[in-house]
């Protein structure tokens, strides 16, 4: 039993991605919106906070680095899914990463579905 919870362990700090390792490995939905980037962030800050994941809620921050607004969840450093919102000429563009995890799929379709009425 102890191996096990050794080997769950180890398996599961593997699938810990930064914010800046998910960048790297690129978005995995992009999505364009007339509306602007602030808006946006609070409307998505407001819904991942309150939306419950595997029977909790994970919370959700935002932060501005230059134009780029960043919507996460989990601590900044291990992000388990975020959105980057960007000003362009007709809006925002806004892309969504999310880590690889058991749960994926499941999650993915949960955090979508509150991001889309933001946009």
Not at 2 to 16: D, E, S
Not at 68 to 90: C, K, M, W
Request: hydrophobic fraction near 40%.
């Amino acid at each position: 039993m102890r191996k096990l919870l050794v080997m769950l362990t180890v398996l599961g700090m593997a699938g810990c991605s930064s914010i800046a390792d998910l960048r790297q490995d690129g978005a995995v939905k992009e999505f364009q919106s007339p509306k602007a980037p602030d808006s946006i962030a609070e409307c998505l800050v407001d819904a991942w906070q309150s939306q419950k994941i595997s029977g909790a809620a994970q919370g959700a921050h935002s932060q501005r680095l230059g134009d780029r607004l960043t919507v996460y969840t989990g601590d900044g450093a291990r992000a388990l899914e975020f959105a980057d919102i960007i000003p362009n000429a007709s809006g925002s563009h806004v892309s969504y990463y999310q880590a690889n995890s058991l749960m994926k799929n499941s999650n993915m379709r949960h955090r979508l579905a509150s991001l889309e009425p933001c946009l």
